[in-house]
């Protein structure tokens, strides 16, 4: 098993920036076969969707929306990943989800992190 904790979220201005922070814990082993670590978001009203991923071996890959603006990165050592989030909008506003995946898909997911962007 595999638990994550998500930090950071909070009310920020439009133009603003945040960082969010999830540390994984848990099995070593489990941890050591965690292949890539995600974030998701979910607005009121909308369906869940990917922000951005970082494998194990370093890639990264984002949703057009926040491209040039968020930035995904992990500390294996401290079995942590970072969103950096510059430039926010008022449609970044939503619960932010860390998620881990040991198989194929997305197999644990934090409890999210409130992030609201106001103008």
């Known amino acids: 098993q595999v638990q994550l904790v998500e930090s950071g979220g909070g009310l920020v201005q439009a133009g603003g920036s945040l960082r969010l922070s999830c540390v994984a814990s848990g099995a070593s082993g489990t941890i050591f076969r965690i292949n890539a670590m995600g974030w998701y978001r979910q607005a009121p009203g909308k369906q869940r969707e990917l922000v951005a991923a970082?494998?194990?071996?370093?890639?990264?890959n984002y949703a057009d929306s926040v491209k040039g603006r968020f930035t995904i990165s992990r500390d294996n050592a401290k079995n942590t990943v970072y969103l950096q989030m510059n430039s926010l909008k008022l449609e970044d506003t939503a619960v932010y989800y860390c998620?881990?995946?040991?198989?194929?898909?997305?197999?644990?997911w934090g409890q999210g992190t409130q992030v609201t962007v106001s103008s």
């Open positions: 970082v494998t194990s071996g370093g890639s990264t």
């Open positions: 998620a881990a995946r040991v198989t194929h898909i997305y197999d644990y």
